[in-house]
């Protein structure tokens, strides 16, 4: 069966107060709307369809991107209307429609999954997704027959007192046979009160024409799938599930989350398995850390790959690359760019931008290596500075030779390269390059000692 889905996201979002459309607030790394859409696709959609406001469209698909269609509801008319958006894009075109909500997150793959299995199974012309809300205030009501089968969607503002004490409501994710969908949206009255044209009124319209049986439902039993977004405390909210969440897959694939109370991990990280998740760790965006990692307490990881047995405790890594048994911190800050190499050891206060160090170099106190090349080996010495950025408004790369011995307190005035094995003294200001071997000292460093030749018997005849 083609599966064809309407992403229904034209909601105004006014209650976020935001100049963000809502569907483009993140929870967990990602817009809410790309929970939806990555739904979607996991569902099997072979269609995608997403009805927006016109000043949201761009924006979403700017986000998006052109592998789903975009369609723009006019008027915010209800959720039927909304519906009858997408049907140029979609009639003829699905067995099927699956209609999800842009601002509701929560809904699991399972639960889609069984939806569709459960009206392919009655061949009924809709099914509804329903749960238990206390209280039930702000959803239609399910009313049921005798026989507890569906008998109508009330809306709440519709609704008598006795339907309004329904606890069962929709949640509103609904899938319906395609070749029945469209004529029967025509069939759809406005609301005589509000004048929208309701999506739940089809329930009624299947019920009349086909009976009983012909809307069947699947019932949430964990009523968080049906929370959605309307303003920034359900967001907050919103997130902090997928968060739970996330850490307790981790947890079952052989993570430690010493506290998951205070471990923020977003949805597209990986984590190998012994890596140990300190209080306070947050991994951002695409983030990959590898096995027997250790990590925080109190350390942001975003957009960066670790390798095996990577240490970073108090640390904030950004954009950058930390190869097998590298460590970082307390305090240290990776930037852009920056690539530690195996083993590398960068101790307190230490920042690294744009530059890589070689396997085995050390930097263990306050020092900032930015736009370099170190080799390996290297002992970068207590407050090393790489002086990259000049007066003319440009950086310039410095290159560091391995097993180079840079004093304490040395400051490297790139363009500049201190050669393989050389030595700066402490508090030599280096604008010049050191050849290989040799020993600068000074402000400004020069040379004092060449490299010392090789002994006669080791000299190439
Ligand atoms: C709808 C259901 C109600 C259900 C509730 C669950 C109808 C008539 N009612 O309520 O039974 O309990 O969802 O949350 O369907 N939207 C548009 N265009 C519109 C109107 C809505 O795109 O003109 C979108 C919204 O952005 C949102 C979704 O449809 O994603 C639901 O809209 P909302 O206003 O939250 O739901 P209700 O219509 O109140």
């Given at each position: 069966m083609t599966l064809g889905v309407v992403v229904l996201a034209a909601g105004q979002?006014?209650?976020?107060?935001?100049?963000?459309?809502?569907?483009?607030?993140p929870a967990a790394g990602i817009p809410l709307v790309e929970h939806v859409t990555r739904l979607a696709d996991a569902v099997g959609a072979a269609r995608i369809v997403l009805v927006l406001s016109a000043d949201t469209?761009?924006?979403?698909?700017?986000?998006?991107?052109?592998?789903?269609?975009?369609?723009?509801?006019?008027?915010?008319?209800?959720?039927?209307?909304?519906?009858?958006?997408?049907?140029?894009?979609?009639?003829?075109?699905?067995?099927?429609?699956?209609?999800?909500?842009?601002?509701?997150?929560?809904?699991?793959?399972?639960?889609?999954?069984?939806?569709?299995?459960?009206?392919?199974?009655?061949?009924?012309?809709?099914?509804?997704?329903?749960?238990t809300a206390t209280p039930p205030a702000g959803y239609g009501r399910i009313v049921r027959d005798a026989s507890q089968s569906i008998a109508a969607i009330v809306e709440e503002r519709d609704a008598t007192p006795a339907q309004r004490a329904i606890t069962e409501v929709n949640q509103g994710v609904a899938v319906y046979a395609g070749a029945w969908l469209w004529p029967a949206l025509d069939r759809v009255q406005p609301n005589r009160g509000n004048g929208e044209y309701y999506l739940t009124d089809l329930v009624a319209l299947a019920l009349a024409e086909r009976g009983q049986g012909a809307v069947a439902s699947i019932q949430l039993a964990d009523p968080d799938e049906a929370l959605g977004v309307n303003d920034r405390a359900q967001l907050a909210a919103v997130g902090a599930i997928l968060n739970r969440r996330k850490v307790h897959q981790l947890l079952l694939a052989g993570v430690t989350v010493v506290d998951p109370a205070s471990t923020y991990v977003d949805v597209d990280v990986a984590v190998g398995i012994d890596t140990i998740l300190h209080p306070g760790t947050i991994l951002r965006g695409q983030t990959r850390l590898g096995e027997r990692c250790s990590i925080g307490p109190n350390t942001l990881i975003e957009d960066s790959t670790l390798g095996d047995?990577?240490?970073?405790?108090?640390?904030?890594?950004?954009?950058?690359?930390?190869?097998?048994g590298a460590n970082v911190g307390p305090f240290g800050h990776l930037r852009k760019g920056a690539h530690l190499m195996e083993n590398v050891h960068m101790g307190n206060f230490g920042e690294v931008k744009n530059a890589t160090l070689g396997p085995g170099t050390k930097m263990g106190h306050f020092s900032y290596i930015g736009d370099a090349t170190l080799g390996a080996d290297v002992n970068i010495g207590a407050g090393t500075i790489t002086c990259n950025f000049a007066a003319d408004g440009k950086k310039y790369h410095t290159e560091i030779g391995d097993g180079a011995f840079i004093g304490s307190d040395s400051l490297l005035r790139a363009p500049v390269s201190v050669g393989a094995g050389a030595t700066t003294g402490a508090g030599s200001v280096v604008t010049k390059d050191v050849p290989a071997g040799a020993t600068a000292v000074g402000m400004p460093a020069r040379v004092i000692r060449s490299a010392s030749p090789a002994p006669e018997d080791e000299k190439p005849s």
């Open positions: 979002g006014t209650r976020m107060r935001s100049a963000l459309p809502k569907v483009l607030h469209l761009e924006p979403v698909r700017a986000r998006l991107g052109e592998r789903y269609q975009y369609v723009v509801q006019p008027e915010r008319l209800g959720t039927g209307h909304a519906v009858q958006q997408a049907r140029a894009a979609l009639a003829g075109r699905a067995d099927e429609v699956l209609v999800l909500y842009g601002a509701d997150p929560l809904m699991r793959l399972e639960s889609v999954r069984q939806l569709i299995e459960a009206r392919r199974t009655t061949r009924a012309l809709a099914a509804i997704t329903t749960f047995g990577c240490r970073a405790s108090y640390s904030v890594i950004e954009q950058a690359r930390m190869d097998d």
